[in-house]
């Protein structure tokens, strides 16, 4: 069973850092794209960042380009979302999800391969 484990979240001022992580199983990602999302209280889910699996290339939204990075560690198949910067427009839950394709990632949510459960980061004003 594919399991996608998100964690880090919690309360952070303005200006501050906070780094996610996502702990992937159930299955090899070599092929799959991991990404970031994000759905603030009565918005609709955004996409944040991915990163693909076999290469750790990179692709962000321009919401946060700049001040997000995401990596990955291959031996604890876990990808991180380093974010710095934070604003409160930030607030959000943050959910990891994976798929094979980049343009499914960012155009078509609902047709994602997996889903976590989210974990909540609050930026304080």
């Known amino acids: 069973q594919v399991q996608l484990v998100e964690s880090g979240g919690g309360l952070v001022q303005a200006g501050g850092s906070l780094r996610l992580s996502c702990a992937a199983s159930?299955?090899?990602?070599?092929?799959?794209?991991l990404g970031w999302f994000r759905q603030a209280p009565g918005k609709e889910r955004d996409f944040v960042a991915a990163?693909?699996?076999?290469?750790?290339?990179?692709y962000y939204a321009d919401s946060v380009k700049g001040r997000f990075t995401m990596s990955k560690d291959n031996v604890k198949n876990t990808v991180y979302l380093q974010m710095n910067s934070l604003r409160h427009e930030d607030t959000a839950v943050y959910y990891c999800?994976?798929?094979?394709?980049?343009?499914?990632?960012?155009?078509?949510?609902?047709?994602?391969?997996?889903w976590g459960k989210g974990t909540l980061v609050t930026v304080s004003a």
């Open positions: 990163i693909r699996w076999i290469d750790g290339w990179t």
């Open positions: 999800a994976g798929d094979p394709s980049l343009v499914i990632m960012t155009s078509d949510y609902d047709a994602l391969d997996y």
């Open positions: 159930g299955r090899t990602f070599n092929n799959y794209y």
